[in-house]
């Protein structure tokens, strides 16, 4: 991929999100007596993703797991499956786990930040090959609280890196949604 306009997209998202939960701070917190802040949710997702590699979108499935540990700061993981709509059964598949960082909720919607590293599977045409590549991830989105227990992933945005890629990089980007489930 030649063009920067998935990595521009992503900065500039990510710099709107960053504006929309720094106009929310305020200096109140809540008690520590009632809120402990640990928080664990699980959930899955549907994806479409321009893998940098053949000429199909690809779509997929995936599912991801966030433990929030103090003032916003955790940790994800996710596994995601992009089989749908394959070209020569060309196919991708990440495994990636990392921080992530919520900012202010702002009303029910909670935007976040994200680096994820793992690594990225590549299915090459027609079942030809298997690679294994390094991934790294950075993202952001936003998820919407419906319930105690039930949130939207209303949006999900990544831009991922394979730097090591048969010689060069490759420059997959996608967007998610899905629902979580808070266990705790």
């Known amino acids: ?3 920067n306009k998935p990595l521009e997209f992503l900065l500039a998202f990510l710099v709107s999100i960053l504006i929309a939960g720094s106009l929310s701070l305020h200096a109140q917190v809540a008690p520590a007596a009632t809120r402990n ?7 899955a997702m549907l994806s ?3 893998p940098d590699y053949g000429p199909n979108d690809l779509g997929g ?3 991801f797991a966030d433990l ?3 003032h916003g700061l955790g940790v994800e993981a996710e596994g995601r499956w992009l089989h749908f709509n394959e070209f020569e059964k060309i196919r991708q598949e990440n495994y990636l786990v990392g921080p992530r960082f919520q900012l202010r909720h702002i009303a029910r919607a909670t935007p976040y930040i994200k680096v994820l590293a793992g690594e990225g599977r590549m299915v090459f045409e027609n079942d030809f090959a298997i690679g294994r590549f390094t991934d790294i991830a950075y993202g952001g989105g936003v998820d919407v609280r419906i319930t105690r227990q039930i949130s939207i992933r209303a949006v999900d945005v990544e831009f991922q ?3 090591k890629f048969l010689g060069g990089s490759l ?3 996608g967007i998610s949604a899905g629902v979580s489930y808070r266990i705790f």
């Open 68 to 70: 929030n540990v103090f």
């Open 171 to 173: 420059y997959p980007a």
């Open 37 to 43: 802040g640990i928080s664990l949710s699980a959930g």
């Open 48 to 50: 479409g993703f321009q």
């Open 61 to 63: 499935v995936g599912v």
């Open 161 to 163: 890196q394979w730097p």
């Open 1 to 3: 991929m030649t063009e």
